[in-house]
């Protein structure tokens, strides 16, 4: 069975840094592409980050980047997104997600698996 567990949401200032993390499980994940994307109430899924199977290529949303760093451990078997410079436009649900084949179609929310999602909420 497929899982994908975010963790390490909550509630921050705005300036602070947060750090996701996604634990994968059920498939074999250094074959995957990973993601980060978001949603917040009303608005529309975004794509935020990816990385490639073996970490030689990462893509950022216009939105974030400069301010967050996607990575992966493949020993670990867990994605991670380091957000800093928070701002309270970038509350919402974060999800992770995996893609077998050609990373840049993730940009286009086309994943394989799909994680629940933790929130992110940033005061001001």
């Known amino acids: 069975q497929v899982q994908l567990i975010e963790s390490g949401g909550g509630l921050v200032q705005a300036g602070g840094s947060l750090r996701l993390s996604c634990a994968a499980s059920?498939?074999?994940?250094?074959?995957?592409?990973m993601g980060w994307f978001r949603q917040a109430p009303g608005k529309e899924r975004e794509f935020i980050a990816s990385?490639?199977?073996?970490?030689?290529?990462?893509f950022y949303g216009d939105s974030v980047k400069g301010r967050f760093t996607i990575s992966r451990d493949n020993a670990k078997n867990t994605v991670y997104l380091q957000m800093n410079s928070l701002q309270p436009e970038d509350t919402a649900v974060y999800s992770c997600?995996?893609?077998?084949?050609?990373?840049?179609?993730?940009?286009?929310?086309?994943?394989?698996?799909w994680g629940q999602g933790t929130q992110v909420t940033v005061s001001s």
């Open positions: 997600a995996a893609r077998r084949q050609v990373q840049s179609y993730m940009i286009k929310g086309q994943v394989d698996y």
């Open positions: 990385v490639s199977r073996s970490v030689e290529n990462t």
């Open positions: 059920g498939f074999t994940f250094s074959n995957y592409h």
